[in-house]
């Protein structure tokens, strides 16, 4: 089994920064693709930024030059640094990741999800 939790949301003014980090563990060969994503209050979730192995990045134009998506492979975290915050970046943040379960024989990828974190910007 694996898992996966999310730690490092909170209550923020405009403009500040919040780091979160999200940890893997269990029976994990590898993990090819990690990521964050984002649901507000009554609106779908949607990405906001991924990172893979190889250390490709991929954001959310609204996120842009803002988050910074990073990761310690030795330790299967995923980290968000997000400057600037702004309201609208208030929401539940998920980590998510593409795990390879098993051995260099043979490999199984599942998609996995952590529990959410809350980040709230607000005066």
């Known amino acids: 089994q694996v898992q996966l939790v999310e730690s490092g949301g909170g209550l923020v003014p405009p403009g500040g920064s919040l780091r979160l980090s999200c940890a893997g563990s269990g029976s994990i060969f590898s993990i090819y693709a990690m990521g964050w994503y984002r649901q507000a209050p009554g609106k779908q979730r949607e990405l906001v930024a991924t990172i893979i192995s190889g250390g490709s990045t991929n954001y959310a134009d609204s996120v842009k030059g803002r988050f910074t998506i990073s990761r310690d492979n030795a330790r299967n975290t995923v980290y968000l640094t997000m400057n600037s915050l702004k309201p609208e970046d208030t929401a539940v943040y998920y980590c998510?990741?593409?795990?390879?379960?098993?051995?260099?024989?043979?490999?199984?990828?599942?998609?996995?999800w952590g529990q959410g974190t809350q980040v709230t910007v607000s005066s």
């Open positions: 998510n990741a593409d795990v390879d379960l098993g051995s260099a024989v043979m490999t199984t990828r599942r998609t996995y």
